[in-house]
């Protein structure tokens, strides 16, 4: 029984891999434009294709999972990745949007179940604990293997020419295929079907609640402020130093890199300090890494340094503001939770504005600023009356 465990939790936290597919289109939208021809604001349009939906789907999908299982949930979403990820092979701009659409769709699916079927799987709170924490380690690993999966596709099934970044998409799908196959030969049992009552509208009521609706929109800037990063730190790179795309991809790894290790770390000191007290700490050290960046121009390891710390000073910010909206009212923590991974469609909002800012002022700090005006709603959350520690 233990073994037949074992590769049920396997399976599952694979499918955490899946999920850091999105954190590729920071690098590749830089591919895209070159492809393309098209303009920073367009190339900051293929973020949004990918974490619009979790707006539309986060809710519904959270309601539908009951009917469904979590466990079919899962695979629904990996089914929809798997599809689009093979439309991009048109090499057209159509089918490129296409393409991320489906993986954000997909995505969107998976990040309502996956958590949730892990419960199915581990009864023991700690374990649950540690799973998760691993499963978050299993995407930010994905995350930096990005722009290496990139490289691989154009070298080994293409030409070697940038042209031939678009294949990144079918080595996607098949690395999704497997996860999925794993998946579906596990031996899961399927949850309790709960009888319930909630509606689309119900959720969505809870941000009439100003409390509730502060920290909404505080998950909304962080995971603006996160893909904005990921998405303008290769073009950093680029537009000032003249790094070639290759190059260029050190950038965001770097950026996922700090990341991961600001999540074990904050863990950690948030046993020592409040958890918000980290927060206004770090947002404020954030705001200042900003205006430096966008200001300044500073040598490339300084600036390299400077993305970096922006992903270890925001690495711990979703979960202390996810954490503060569920205590606002426990009793309503699951409706709770499932408008907060809707307010991650925040992940698309500020990219077009960064490539819009930076093609009208000629620019990448124009589009830095964005970023700030980002982090400057988070430093109103952190010291706001809701947020306590």
């Known amino acids: 029984m233990k073994n037949k465990s074992n590769i049920a939790v396997g399976a599952v936290l694979l499918s955490f891999f899946i999920q850091g597919f999105c954190d590729i289109v920071?690098?590749?939208s830089e591919y895209a434009r070159e492809a393309f021809g098209w303009s920073h604001t367009m190339a900051g349009f293929l973020p949004?294709?990918?974490?619009?939906?979790?707006?539309?789907?986060?809710?519904?999908?959270?309601?539908?999972?009951?009917?469904w299982g979590r466990k079919n949930t899962v695979l629904v979403g990996m089914g929809v990745t798997i599809v689009g990820m093979f439309i991009p092979l048109m090499q057209s701009s159509w089918a490129c949007l296409a393409g991320y659409a489906m993986l954000g769709i997909g995505n969107a699916i998976l990040q309502v179940s996956q958590n949730s079927l892990l419960k199915n799987i581990?009864?023991?709170?700690?374990q649950m604990t540690s799973a998760v924490t691993s499963g978050q380690v299993v995407k930010a690993l994905s995350s930096f293997s990005g722009?290496?999966?990139i490289l691989f596709a154009i070298n080994v099934f293409g030409s070697g020419s940038n042209n031939d970044w678009c294949l990144v998409f079918p080595v996607l799908g098949v690395i999704t295929l497997l996860s999925a196959l794993w998946l579906w030969v596990s031996p899961i049992e399927r949850e309790e079907q709960e009888h319930s009552n909630v509606t689309v509208g119900s959720t969505f009521g809870?941000?009439?609640?100003?409390?509730?609706?502060i920290l909404f929109l505080g998950i909304f800037f962080v995971v603006a402020t996160d893909v904005?990063?990921?998405?303008?730190?290769?073009?950093?790179?680029?537009?000032?130093y003249g790094w070639s795309l290759v190059d260029a991809g050190v950038a965001p790894q770097i950026y996922f890199i700090c990341r991961t290790l600001g999540a074990f770390l904050g863990a950690f000191l948030m046993t020592k300090i409040s958890a918000i007290t980290y927060f206004r700490w770090n947002i404020i050290a954030c705001i200042v890494v900003f205006v430096v960046l966008a200001m300044v121009r500073l040598p490339e390891v300084w600036t390299l340094a400077l993305i970096g710390a922006v992903g270890?000073?925001?690495s711990c910010i979703f979960p202390i503001i996810y954490s503060q909206a569920v205590q606002v009212r426990p009793e309503k923590a699951n409706l709770i939770s499932g408008l907060m991974i809707t307010a991650v469609a925040g992940g698309g909002a500020a990219t077009p504005l960064i490539g819009w800012a930076t093609d009208t002022y000629d620019s990448i700090s124009a589009g830095i600023c964005i970023l700030l005006i980002c982090v400057g709603y988070l430093c109103f959350c952190s010291f706001s009356r809701v947020s306590k520690g």
């Not at 990918?50 to 009917?67: A, E």
């Open 26 to 28: 920071g690098i590749s």
């Open 48 to 67: 949004s294709m990918v974490f619009v939906w979790f707006l539309f789907f986060s809710v519904p999908v959270g309601i539908k999972m009951n009917r």
């Open 122 to 126: 581990i009864t023991n709170d700690r």
């Open 147 to 149: 722009p290496f999966i």
């Open 206 to 213: 809870l941000l009439r609640d100003v409390r509730i609706f």
């Open 228 to 240: 904005g990063t990921n998405f303008v730190s290769s073009k950093i790179m680029v537009s000032r």
């Open 312 to 314: 270890f000073l925001c």
